[in-house]
Structure formats: structure tokens, C-alpha cells
Antibody, heavy 115, light 107 residues
């Protein structure tokens, strides 16, 4: 069974940084692209970033380019999202997801950007 | 980016009814369209992949159809546990995009 467990969320001030982690199990992690998808409170789903199975390629939505960095450690079956220069509009639940053409999702972690 | 328009935004039904939810793409996406269910305070789960293909473990009352720009998620005889928000997602063109969702609520 695919399991994705996120950690690292919480309350952070605007302009500060936060790093999310996602521990994967139940599948061969280094065979799959992985992604982060977010959901602002009471809103819909929005793709944030994707990293290729081997970490050689990364892709970001425009609003986070230059501020967020997606990375992975295949030896540890772990995905990361480094979020810098956080803004109030980044407040959302962030889901780690296995990214084929469709997604398998973790349980999500809440990030609140507020002073 | 490809826009996905879901309708209706909210659908009120009674258990036992059979329903159809719509997802329309701003340009042709072949059958690269997937459906998700999200229950309150839970993460989404995939219901249907590639417009009409079933997912292991998903009840057979869920089915999908469509290609090109028009897609439908059907629920045959809604069960109480089906009251959720349903999203469509396209993987035909980068970046992946999601519809705004249809909320299925109890009448």
C-alpha cells in the first residue's frame, strides 16, 4: 500500500522559511516522479512542484519559482520542499503526492504564514 | 494552462439517486483526465484514471466517460459515504491542472 507521511508544517512569519518532508513507503520510490500539491483553506487543489524520479529535473508553478525548492533523497525514500520568503498567500495544506499521470496523496500538512 | 470547468458547483441529492458530474476542458486533452474524491478533513483519493479506467478498491458504482473536452463522472445510486467534493485533473499538458470541484451534498 502506498503511504506518504508529511511532516514539518506549522505557523511561520511572513518572509521566513520552512522545510517540509515526506516519508514514502509501499512502492519503489526511485521509480516515480514526486510532487507537492497545495490547498488553501476552503479552496481547490493547486499543483506546486514536481521532481523527476532521479532528481535530475524539477518544475515549479510560477508563483513559487525562486522561492521554493523541491528535492529528494532516494536512499531515504524521502521528498522535501524548502519554502523560503514565505507569503500569507502560501497558507495552505501541502500534500506530498506520487506523480504519475494521476496522483496518490499523503495526508497533508498545514502551513500557516502569519505574523 | 488548460482550464477545467466543473459543473454544477454543488449538487444536492438523496441517497439512492444516480447522478452525473461534468468536467469540461478548455482544449482537447484526449482521455488524460482523472477524477478524485475528497471527504472533509481528508486528502483526495483517485476514483477514475484516464477518463474511464477503474482503480482497484474503488466501488463499482463509480464510473467515468468522455474524451476530448467533455467528461463525466457517474455515481450509480449514491451511498451516504459519497457526500464529498469531487475534482477532475488533466495530465495532457504541462502543468497539470485541477477543476474547482463539485460538492455533492445531502438534500
Amino acid at each position: 500500500e502506498v503511504q506518504l507521511v508529511e511532516s514539518g508544517g506549522g505557523l511561520v512569519q511572513p518572509g521566513r522559511s520552512m522545510k517540509l518532508s515526506c516519508a514514502a513507503s509501499g512502492f519503489t520510490f526511485n521509480n516515480y516522479d514526486m510532487a507537492w500539491v497545495c490547498q488553501a483553506p476552503k479552496k481547490g487543489l493547486e499543483w506546486v512542484a514536481t521532481i523527476s524520479y532521479d532528481g535530475s529535473s524539477t518544475y515549479y508553478r510560477d508563483s513559487v519559482k525562486g522561492r521554493f525548492t523541491i528535492s529528494r533523497d532516494n536512499a531515504k525514500s524521502t521528498l522535501y520542499l524548502q519554502m523560503d520568503s514565505l507569503r500569507s498567500e502560501d497558507t495552505a495544506t501541502y500534500y506530498c503526492a506520487r506523480h504519475g499521470s494521476y496522483y496518490y496523496w499523503g495526508q497533508g500538512v498545514m502551513v500557516t504564514v502569519s505574523s | 494552462d488548460i482550464m477545467l470547468t466543473q459543473s454544477p458547483a454543488t449538487l444536492s441529492v438523496t441517497p439512492g439517486e444516480s447522478i452525473s458530474l461534468s468536467c469540461r476542458a478548455s482544449q482537447s486533452i484526449s482521455t488524460n483526465l482523472h477524477w478524485y474524491q475528497q471527504k472533509p478533513n481528508e486528502s483526495p483519493r483517485v476514483l477514475i484514471k484516464y477518463a474511464s479506467q477503474t482503480i482497484s478498491g474503488i466501488p463499482s458504482r463509480f464510473s467515468g466517460s468522455g474524451s476530448g473536452t467533455d467528461f463525466t463522472l457517474n455515481i450509480n445510486r449514491v451511498e451516504p459515504e459519497d457526500f464529498s467534493v469531487y475534482y477532475c485533473q488533466q495530465s495532457n499538458s504541462w502543468p497539470d491542472t485541477f477543476g474547482a470541484g463539485t460538492k455533492l451534498e445531502l438534500k
